[in-house]
């Protein structure tokens, strides 16, 4: 058995004791470097989802977020929990994430997904297209990183997108920036995992749940003849579950996911002190689970 890593998932923005934004999110940065995270993480949204306020609710931008973070850490991973692909395009959405392993010396990673807010879509003028053209997007975008941080310089012609040449310079410093393609989809977004990524990122249910996912990406691997060793399994805690206070509950679920094989799960902080919450999850739940 391995390590298991957690990653801290800044999905909302408050202001504790009136303390800005910039503020708390370069504390809450520090103290996830600090207490020993493996990932730090924003949401890729222009309006903050309905579960947590809607639009009303702060939200910011995920690469510039990711920017300011980088700054004010020296070794956490970096990434969005997850790119939505129709929001940028791809030649940019590359050249965007090698900004990021260039300014942060190597701790890029992309998280992407197919998306699936329509209102920040219409809200704010962006073409939402059909869930089977997003997925067909979604695949072209994954080959377009790929090309773009290889050697090849030269066009790519896909159904959606059509690139004349595929330049980025610098390239990233990390010789191959992980691909983690977020969602439980079995039938084509566990199917792009097998073909594209280096990591899954599954959302939290029960250890049956997660062990039937993870059954539907080894088959699509001896599909396309990927080695499903090679893949890095991670989740999402599920939502109902508090670690703090139910840290044993927590624990003993994170026994059963290590023992399928996931090696890290991402956390949402309290959105009330993330600053405090980060500290005291780092502090009593990580050394529960860092050697399952």
């Not at 956490?76 to 395009?89: A, C, D, E, S």
């Not at 590359?94 to 998280?111: E, F, N, P, Y």
């Not at 399928?260 to 980060?278: E, F, Q």
């Amino acid at each position: 058995m391995g390590r298991m890593d957690i990653g801290i998932h800044y999905s909302r923005f408050p202001s504790p004791g009136g303390a800005s934004i910039a503020d708390t999110f370069a504390r809450t940065a520090q103290a996830a470097e600090d207490g020993g995270a493996a990932l730090l993480t924003c949401m890729d949204h222009w309006f903050q989802m309905e579960v947590y306020g809607g639009p009303p609710e702060p939200m910011l931008e995920g690469y510039t977020t990711l920017g300011f973070a980088a700054a004010h850490t020296e070794r956490i991973r970096l990434g969005l929990l997850v790119t939505g692909v129709t929001y940028r395009h791809p030649g940019l959405l590359a050249k965007i994430v090698t900004t990021l392993d260039q300014l942060s010396q190597g701790r890029a990673q992309l998280g992407i997904g197919a998306a699936w807010y329509d209102r920040e879509h219409e809200g704010l003028g962006v073409p939402y297209p059909s869930t089977a053209e997003r997925f067909e997007r979604l695949e072209e975008t994954l080959q377009i990183c790929r090309q773009m941080w290889s050697d090849d310089h030269g066009p790519f012609e896909g159904r959606h997108y059509r690139l004349a040449e595929t330049w980025n310079v610098p390239a990233p410093v990390q010789a191959r920036i992980p691909i983690m393609i977020g969602g439980n989809g079995e039938r084509k977004t566990l199917r792009l995992v097998a073909q594209y990524a280096d990591a899954c990122n599954l959302f939290g249910g029960s250890a049956e749940e997660i062990g039937h996912k993870l059954d539907v990406l080894r088959r699509h691997c001896d599909d396309v003849g990927r080695d499903y060793a090679t893949i890095r399994t991670t989740a999402i805690a599920p939502q109902g579950l508090d670690p703090l206070a139910d840290t044993d509950g927590f624990v003993t679920l994170m026994e059963e996911y290590a023992a399928l094989g996931i090696s890290l799960v991402t956390i949402s902080h309290d959105g009330v002190d993330p600053v405090a919450w980060t500290e005291r999850l780092l502090g009593t739940v990580l050394p529960r689970i860092k050697d399952l």
